[in-house]
């Protein structure tokens, strides 16, 4: 099977906008969709970003999905950064029967 | 609404068993696939499993295989994890979510519940 892969932790300013990439392993990561959640401290995960690029309803814009296929990896942006972003942030896709998680990168807005 | 509400936190020794629960409401569970999630202390996401309520067809992780058991009772619109010998390493948090498809996204999340295994 494959792997995703996160940066452990990322830090930026209220305003501003970060990146958090996801690369996999093995496999295209066009093969099939990675998705994003966000999981507050003590909180459940919920979901920002499926099929790549969508967004639930409620998910403010200033979150984005994308892929790359030249590096493999996937990208969540968020734009216009607040305090109330920062959270554990986890992608996940699927191959092969399998479910795959990212092992998660820590936001932290200062 | 959909809601997922999960049984609420366990304290066990090893060597107990456990069945936790997943009710679903607000949509058709029968339509739905349910997965389990684990999140040990401190750490990230582990798919476990997945179950389709509306024939109990089921997935398991290789990583959980033998390790878990999964089912559902769509009469009561209920997902269940259970062990039959619990040990220390699996004191974590397990939450279940829906799935539409069994290659799609985790959509809704239960609030999660804490198992606790301890001498």
């Known amino acids: 099977n494959f792997m995703l892969t996160q940066p452990h932790s990322v830090s930026e300013s209220p305003g501003k906008t970060v990146t958090i990439s996801c690369t996999r392993s093995?496999?295209?990561?066009?093969?099939?969709?990675v998705q994003w959640y966000q999981q507050r401290p003590g909180s459940a995960p919920t979901t920002v970003i499926y099929?790549?690029?969508?967004?639930p309803s409620g998910v403010p814009d200033r979150f984005s999905g994308s892929i790359d296929s030249s590096s493999n990896s996937a990208s969540l942006t968020i734009s216009g950064l607040k305090t109330e972003d920062e959270a554990d942030y986890y992608c996940?896709?699927?191959?092969?029967?399998?479910?795959?998680f990212g092992g998660g990168t820590k936001l932290t807005v200062l | 609404e959909v809601q997922l509400v999960q049984s609420g936190a366990e304290v066990k020794k090893p060597g107990e068993s456990l069945k936790i629960s997943c009710k679903g409401s607000?949509?058709?569970?029968?339509?739905?696939?349910i997965g389990w999630v684990r999140q040990m202390p401190g750490k990230g996401l582990e798919w476990m499993g997945i179950?389709?309520?509306?024939?109990?067809?089921?997935r398991y992780s290789p990583s959980f295989q033998g390790q878990v058991t999964i089912s559902a009772d769509k009469s009561i619109s209920t997902a269940y994890l259970q062990w039959s010998s619990l040990k220390a390493s699996d004191t974590a948090i397990y939450y279940c979510?829906?799935?539409?498809?069994?290659?799609?996204?985790?959509?809704?999340w239960g609030q999660g519940t804490l198992v606790t295994v301890s001498s």
């Open positions: 979510a829906t799935l539409r498809d069994v290659t799609t996204h985790f959509d809704y």
């Open positions: 607000g949509y058709s569970f029968t339509s739905y696939w």
């Open positions: 179950i389709y309520a509306g024939d109990s067809h089921i």
């Open positions: 093995s496999g295209s990561i066009a093969t099939n969709y």
């Open positions: 099929e790549d690029n969508q967004r």
């Open positions: 996940q896709s699927y191959d092969s029967s399998s479910h795959v």
